[in-house]
């Protein structure tokens, strides 16, 4: 009968102050750590995270030479277009200078002198009917242009 104790055990008290700050020693930190690092659950999480790098590296590196390959192919039409619009444009070009041509030879033609004489009578018409005799700078204006 005396196998048992007949007091029963108490629990320890413990005495926590917020206003003290603790300190523990770097040597109880580091091995914390280490138990910490070595747990079944982080080990496989850090095999995890090994893994997803590894495959995230190879299709970066799938999408980078993608991207090269496009590149150059892009590049190659490009420099096939500007090869034909360079033709396109010298050919531009030299219809532009053959219309210029033309016109410079055919110069200005002589208006018939009925249509020298109706032209005359519309400037009139207007330097006297539209324009009040106090409107001397318009009237000049219309003599110099015309």
Known sequence: MGAT?????????????PNVPLQFTPNLINSMEKKAEQLPARVESRQMEDIINKRVKEELEKIKKAEHSLQQKFYLELSEK??????????????????????????TKELPPK????????????????????????????????
Not at 5 to 17: A, D, G, L, T
Not at 97 to 106: C, F, L, V, W
């Open 5 to 17: 104790e007949s007091k029963p055990q108490q629990e320890p008290v413990i005495i926590y102050n």
């Open 82 to 107: 500007n090869q034909s619009n360079e033709a396109g444009s010298k050919e531009t070009l030299d219809d532009v200078e053959t219309m210029i041509q033309r016109i410079m030879r055919s110069g």
């Open 115 to 146: 249509v020298k004489e109706c032209q005359e009578q519309v400037i009139q018409c207007y330097r006297y009917s539209f324009f009040p005799k106090g409107h001397v700078l318009l009237r000049r204006y219309l003599t110099v242009t015309v």
